[in-house]
Every structure is written in structure tokens, then in C-alpha cells.
């Protein structure tokens, strides 16, 4: 249980506990080592060490940042495609960047020996939080770890079901071919010429290491997963749509994910010292799905805090008029009043490329965000906008929307971030 065989009394007394040890606790780790944080007692309590290529991360940002060694491919363009044509749009001073798992999660290794932190491998139950320390005990009520602080990226639902609540769900497949076959220099960000669903929206999109090797994925947004049936089928749809030849290409890896997609509030500080940080700690994107860039905020404020002596306590993921404003956009979505290809075309037709980037992101300010409310159709907007005001009503009058299960984030795949 213990890291390296080292004994060590139970419960472990230490100054930060991680509980999970995933995307968002390796770059919690990376951060503190980058900071040169010493003197700090670090445990790390997870069942399973993360390692290999589990999954992939995309996410946008000036070049220039300590990810950029780590990086397995970046464009300084990209493609979105609708059944009307292609734009391509070009993202300088940003640029489009996948990072897969593997270097994160060896860093992450790196860094946690640097701490000297000390690594349990056994499941995390309760949080018991007295106001001073936090034990974390196993399922079976046995105490483990007795911290100042806990850092808690296990996934869980929101506190409490959302007015709607959908789920970004996706398939990719890694995919090798024996000459040169993708265009390396441009990623394809969202691509709407898939069938749509009934109810919700899809899209491909394809981000290429090399001009013999890339990711296609399939995504939707919706109420429901497909089968395993009906993702390959829609891949081989996509890959058909591409003019690819799957006869000739190879399928390395495949990688699956579900999403939440809630206006359900999730509680990033449920007790005096216990921190969520991932998806449970609001770092998802209630329209998009999108996390990784939010964990990398959390990440390195959390590390700063540490650093200067403050509570580790990271500010809000995202604005509360953002918040609002997915909320808005999902139920439009979702009661049919907007159509998603032409919610997306809009967004990106009528509004500059960073500025989409930086609003998906969560870091628009408030004029910018104006601007992107004026390029919505403005009539379906307003019916969900008053939609939305008469379910918090209902909410706030105990009439809410009856209790619905929302899935814990999966592993995921590029373009929509993980945790």
C-alpha cells in the first residue's frame, strides 16, 4: 500500500492530501514542484498509479507555457466544417495544442518524488472534516490519512440534478496509415457534417501528429449514449465522410468518454478543508464539456496559494454569468428552440476566433461576452432565457425537476478536455 515499502504510522500525518491521482492531481503536483514548494507534507491516495496513454487532452493557449515539452502536436489554425463549407480559422496569438497522458502523468511521477510525497495505494472513502484536519478513511471506515488540507478530484454528480442535464459522449480512433495521408499543419476543431441526432448535436473533428498518424473521434451532445455499435458506425461514417480508406489504415488505440453537460451546481468547497478541483470542482463547462484548461487555473492557483502560505482554495472555474449563459444555451438546445450546427456556425461565423477560444475557455470579459450574446438568434434565446428564470423559480419553490442520475466523467479524448 505504501510507496517504496516504506512503513509509515496510520493515519499518515501530512500538510496537503491529494485523494485521486489523475489529470487534476499530476498537474497539482507538477505546479508545486514548479514552484519550488519544500517543506510541505504531500500524500497522494490512489488505488491505481496513472501511467501510459489512458487519454488525451486538447486545449488552446499562448505558446510558450511549461506544457509545451510535453506537447505531441500544435497548429496555429484550424478547421470548423458545417454542411455549408469550411472556415478555416486562424488562432494566432493562441494555438491549438494536444497533450496526451503519458508525459503528464510522468512528470507528475517526477514531481512526487521531488516532494517527497507519500503515495497510499488504497481507495478513499469519507472525508471526515473537523474544521482543523480532514481524515480520509478507506470505504470500510479505516483511517488513512489525517491532512491539513484534502484536494479531492474523485468524480461525482452535482449537488443537485440540473434543469437540464445532457452529456458529451465520444468515441476516437487512433489511426496509422502507411504514407502520407492527414494534412499535419491543420487540426479539424468541429466538423457538423455528421448526421445529427434528433435530439442534441454532433460532430467529428481530427487531430493529426504526423501526416501518417492522427485522432478521429465522433462526438454528440445529447440526453444519451450510443452503443458500441453505434459509435463505430458513426466513425466509420465520419472516416467515409473524410475520404478516408479505412482498409488501409490501422486503429493503434481507441478511446472512450461521457461528460456531463448539467446547469446542476457542483460544490467545489463541501467542508472547511476539503477542495474538489476536476469536474467535481466545477471545472467542466456546463455548454462544451470542455475542463482541461480550467484543472490547469485550479492547478496553478492552488500551487501559488501553497507556495505563499494561503489556503489552497482556487477561485471559481468559471464566472457566474457564464455559467448563467450555459444554462441559457442548454436549454435552447435541448427544448429544440436552437439547432446546434447553426448555435456553433453562428458562434464562430460572427465572432473573431480568439475571442470564441477565450469564451469557451471561461476568461472572456464582460463586453466580450455581449458580443457573443448579440451573435445568438435572438428570439430562441429570449424563450430559453425565460425558460431558465421560471425553473430557478420552481427550484427556489421546491417544484424543481424530479432527481436524475448524471454519470461521472470517463476517461476522455482530445478537443474536450478531462480531468
Known sequence: MWQRGRVHPIPVEVDVALVGGG????LVLAALDRHGVTGLRVAVVDPVRKRGQDRTWAF???????????????????????????????????????????????RAAAAERRLGAVRIGAPAGVLADDGHRVTVHDPEGRPLVRAGWVLDSRPRPP??????????????????????????????LMDFRTPQPARGVSFGYVLPVDDRYALVEYTEFGPAVLTDAGYDAALRGY??????DLSGLRVREVENGVIPMTDGPFVPRPSPRVVRLGTAGGATRPSTGFTFSAMLRQAEQVARALAAGRPPVPAPAYPGRHRWMDAVALRALDRGHLGGVAF??????????????????????????LAVMRSSPLLPMTGAVLGDAAGRLRARWGRGPAPAPVPEAGPRAAGQAGS
Open 23 to 26: 489529470g487534476a492531481a499530476s
Open 60 to 106: 488552446w493557449g499562448a505558446p510558450g507555457g511549461d506544457l509545451d515539452p510535453l506537447l505531441s502536436a500544435s497548429w496555429s489554425e484550424v478547421d470548423v466544417v458545417t454542411p455549408a463549407g469550411r472556415r478555416v480559422l486562424p488562432l494566432t496569438p493562441l494555438r491549438y495544442a494536444m497533450l496526451r497522458s503519458a508525459p503528464v502523468y510522468d
Open 159 to 188: 449537488a443537485r440534478p440540473g434543469r437540464t442535464s445532457w452529456l458529451q459522449h465520444f468515441r476516437g480512433w487512433w489511426l496509422a496509415a502507411d504514407r502520407a495521408t492527414f494534412d499535419p499543419g491543420r487540426a479539424v
Open 239 to 244: 472516416a467515409g465522410l473524410l475520404g478516408l
Open 344 to 369: 456553433f456556425e453562428r458562434l464562430f461565423d460572427r465572432n473573431p476566433p480568439e475571442r470564441v477560444l477565450r469564451f469557451l475557455d471561461g476568461v472572456t470579459s464582460p463586453a466580450e461576452d
